[in-house]
């Protein structure tokens, strides 16, 4: 095992940076392609009975190629903006990446309105041969969501105006973010950088830096309520004109999940929240303090001694890997030794982590600002499990590698649970074992708590939006408001620019970029729980569940898979049982 780097390797994917000639021309192949589809979809009319396979499956096969050199393409952009905030030719790039996507957009409108045409029967027969069946759940998924959306001339403009509106608004929120700097202590610090201080042992640095970025996401408020209301606006209208009025018809669509799932699973958490409430007393009185503050909710409780270098981290990592799956620690080792993971601690990059994935490389790419933290070893394994999760999925059509955001995280979550079971087992002393069963209490409270307090505000504000524009004021209450709530009022100061800081607010891919965590987190715990009663077995079984995430609902999911039904409380009060057997560990302990 050598020594693992701590910044990834770009060039083998393209040669270059955001001046790569090699990256110039797949674009120009890519576009070759786009225009073919285009071409081929114009001239392509509904088959009249099963015998007329031939232009149907040229144009699946057409869509998959597009759909995975615009997916590389994409992820690289993306890899480069992360790791430098002030690359122009990357902005530009994003740009090409956004008119790109738009074009297949509308490609795909027009694909799906064709479907429609199709006759039932027709359509039905066709799925059952032998070149669609694979994919049959995908295709018939968008002739069922086209149904729902206008015909294919406005349903193109919109994907058009979107460019340079709606995503435009995003990527203004990124440009302006990326200009944001932090003084502290004599030196200068990305917003990133700074919020990173908010776990520090010292609650005076803790304070320093909640109140410096107060202080800055104010200055700039103004700026971020016309973003957020502009890029909501542009949605708000898209649902009007598709007669659309419940506006997570899109994120519960695009996760292939209920409303009843979504309600039992928060109404579960609703009423077990209460047992989180005493942990929030006694952490304030560990730290010394009446009341919490929103800035010490993640404040470890002990000295952070338990620090692990890069290398520490990566070696138990793969050790603790390899007692549940051999398969997933193979390919961490994979990742670590061919540099797929940016990690290090420098000015410039974003703030935050994500896992992207590569299809046409087969490779995926992890960033991350490593801190040596248990906090920070979680969630470089967090990474590694949506890394992963990809990896099972590279031997499946392109269709069916198209897994939601809630699926996605229950593979990182299931790392992570992984990761940090193992570091409370092997904790040396008690009060180290005390740091790290906090560590993971914290997990669930940011999951019930901070979780729900972003889709709460989320479901206000947009009602409050349909009615006009928010102002920066409301927007201030609202979050606020949803704090108090998904705390239940255990904090003694809130954090009002909570929807100005958090990148979610403002991603335009999809919207209510929260709850998905949240049954992530808890539709693990069942998987993790399987896990530990069947043992070494299991791992053949999980990674059938990981690549049937992209081929059928999560209902359909869990019922093959686990046997339950997300849509009655029973599966979720089962998961929190699982969450309260730490937080009690933890309570038994102090």
Known sequence: MGTYEMTWDLDSIFQGGSDSEEMKEYVRKTEHLMDDLEAFIRTFTPPKNTDQTEDLNKIVEIVQMVTKQLSEFGAFVSCLSAQNVHDKKASIWQSKRSELGARLGNALTEMDQVFVQVDDDVWKSLLNQAPFKTISFVLNERRSLAKDKLEVGKESLINDLGVDGYHA??????ALVAKLSIEMNGEKLSVG????????????????AFDKLQETWGEVSDLFTETLNHLSGFRLQTYKHRHWENVLKEPLDYNRMSQKTLDAMWETITEYKKHYVPYMKKKAEKLGLEQLSFYDVEAPIGEADQKMSFQEGAEFIIQQFRKFSPKMADFAEMAFEKRWIEAEDRPGKQPGGFCTSFPDSGETRIFMTYS??????????????????????????ELNQGYAMNVAETASTFAEMIVADAAVKEAATEAEKLVLLEDKVQRSVAFFMNIHARFLFETRFYEERKLGVVSTERLN?????????????????YDPTFWASKLHFHITDVPFYNFPYTFGYLFSMG??????EVGPTFEDR??????????????ELAKKHLDVDLEKKDFWVHALKLCLSDLESFMDLV
Do not use: C, F
Request: aromatic share 8%; charged share 25%; glycine share 4%.
């Open 477 to 493: 209450e609202l979050m606020t408001d949803a704090q108090k709530e998904a705390y239940v009022q255990t904090l003694d100061e």
């Open 169 to 174: 608004w995003g990527q203004m929120y990124d």
């Open 542 to 555: 999980y990674i059938a569940l990981l690549q049937d995430t992209g081929r059928m609902t999560v209902e």
């Open 193 to 208: 950088q700074a919020s990173n201080q908010l776990d520090n042992p010292d609650r005076s640095v803790r304070k320093e």
């Open 527 to 532: 998987i993790y729980a399987k896990a530990l």
């Open 372 to 397: 040596g933290s248990p906090s920070s070893v979680a969630t470089l394994a967090h990474e590694l499990g949506h890394a992963y999760h990809q990896h099972v999925m590279d031997e499946l059509p």
